[in-house]
């Protein structure tokens, strides 16, 4: 069973940095997109943070562009992302995502992490 396991959340004053980590905790066959959702309280759904090829190319919501920095390691399987300046508007929980192929004649599938939660307080 594949599983990601994320890191990294917490309480940050507005203004400050905080690094959210996700690791796949299996031996998968290939990882395709990898990136970050969050959903803020009151919202409905998810909204995509960033997210990242496998050769690295990267898209960012509008509202963390020039904050946010998202980057991978193909070896260990992880995807990170740095995020600088927080506002409260940022508060919410954050999810990794992963595209992947478990095998070599499996169907890509998307799996998710626990969730963590980020809060951006003074």
């Known amino acids: 069973q594949v599983q990601l396991v994320e890191s990294g959340g917490g309480l940050v004053q507005p203004g400050g940095s905080l690094r959210l980590s996700c690791a796949v905790s299996?031996?998968?066959?290939?990882?395709?997109?990898m990136g970050w959702f969050r959903q803020a309280p009151g919202k409905r759904h998810r909204e995509l943070v960033a997210?990242?090829?496998?050769?690295?190319?990267?898209t960012y919501a509008d509202a963390v562009k020039g904050r946010f920095t998202i980057s991978r390691d193909n070896a260990q399987k992880t995807v990170s992302v740095q995020m600088n300046s927080l506002k409260p508007e940022d508060t919410a929980i954050y999810y990794c995502?992963?595209?992947?192929?478990?095998?070599?004649?499996?169907?890509?599938?998307?799996?998710w992490g626990q969730g963590t939660q980020v809060t951006v307080s003074s």
């Open positions: 299996e031996t998968v066959f290939v990882i395709n997109d």
């Open positions: 997210r990242i090829t496998r050769e690295d190319s990267t």
């Open positions: 995502y992963a595209e992947a192929r478990p095998r070599s004649d499996s169907l890509f599938y998307d799996y």
